[in-house]
């Protein structure tokens, strides 16, 4: 290249462990400076966001907006409630701990059911600290970036929220270990320690089939997060990845695709219906805890559906008391539903039932995964 005297040109490439950026500012005049690598990394990982667009994200804004939820947005790929801008870089750079315990998975696929259990194994069968609510002692990383009270809380000097409400980032950061983290948040976007693999913390992984997922997850919206649309339009937002967390199939198969790695198991929410104390010997071994029979059955006990509904500390009725005393959303319901396989056909028809089947075997044609 042939340059007049005076010009001034940059040049940015990776050499060595350094970003290497050549000025040249007169004739055969180079300079270089060697920025640190983490300094480049920190830039590859911080956050953009990008609106949600189309029809989509209009039957979001139409429907599934309200006080707390004023909109959505995209962040790698994966829908998220507005308010996740302010947090998002908090858990991209949140210090993981090796004796942490994660428990993810895509919302209404036994997230809840996987927690209980993995805690109690944990904790050697402490049914006594079992007692304080789950969200305390195994507390939801992603819960306040879903529900902003910044316009809500001067309104309502009574509505007081404890810090895993208020600020689930910083409750779990002061923690104690061995913290036990739940997340609905992809691969993707969880912490660059576990992606990376600088920190190895135990991760539960926890999916269950589609259409079930849907329909719990209608109903979820509809009680929890103010979702006043139709059913139809659910499917919708569903099937086209326009829901928090989704889109639905890339959530699962990051997990499985990682599931021979010795730090994650994968499970199945019809397994755990299915043959619930096999899964809590699988999940035991994976914690490194030897049980009995005697202790599986107890367990077993204490996780079956109708204990599970009536425990106040895992039905989350307290939180769904708190939206009608507060008129933060309006309709009627329960956390815990059905807990059934298969319950989709009471309210899907037979075209939706076959466009969810398709989308389903396109989905997962490359993959062994079944449900």
Known sequence: MSLAKGNSIHRDFALDGCRIVIQQIVWNSIHLICLP????????????FN?????LGEI????????????YVKSRGYVLPEYYRKF?????????????????????????????????????????GAKVPLPERFPFLDHTPLFDYTD?????????????????????????????????????????????????????????????????????????EGYSGSFDNYCKLFLGGSLCFAPFWPHVLNFWKRRDEPNILFLKYEDLKKDLPAVIRKTAAFLGKDLNEEQVD????????????????????????INRRFNLTTADGHFMRSGQVGNYKEVMGPELIAEFDRWTQENLAKSELTF
């Open 51 to 55: 609106e949600v667009n189309g029809e």
């Open 152 to 224: 809500i809380l001067p309104n309502l000097p009574e509505l007081q929220l404890p810090l895993f409400v208020s600020d689930s980032v910083t409750y779990i950061n002061e923690m104690k270990s061995p913290r036990y983290i739940k997340t609905h948040l992809p691969w993707e976007l969880l912490p660059k320690q576990i992606r990376e693999g600088t920190k190895k913390p135990k991760i539960i992984y926890v999916a269950r089939n589609a259409k079930d997922t849907c329909v719990s997850y209608y109903h979820h919206c509809k009680i929890l």
């Open 60 to 71: 979001l804004l139409k429907k599934f907006t309200n006080q707390f939820r004023i909109g």
């Open 88 to 128: 998002g870089q908090r858990v991209e750079e949140l210090e993981v701990r090796d004796d942490d315990l994660w428990v993810v998975s895509f919302p209404k696929t036994g997230t809840t059911w996987t927690q209980e259990m993995a805690w109690v194994i944990n904790q050697d069968f402490d049914f006594e």
């Open 37 to 48: 690598v983490a300094l480049h990394k920190s830039v590859q990982n911080m956050l953009e």
């Open 298 to 321: 107890l367990l077993a006990e204490h996780l079956s559906f109708a204990r599970m509904k009536s425990n106040p500390a895992v039905n989350y009725e307290a939180a769904i008391e």
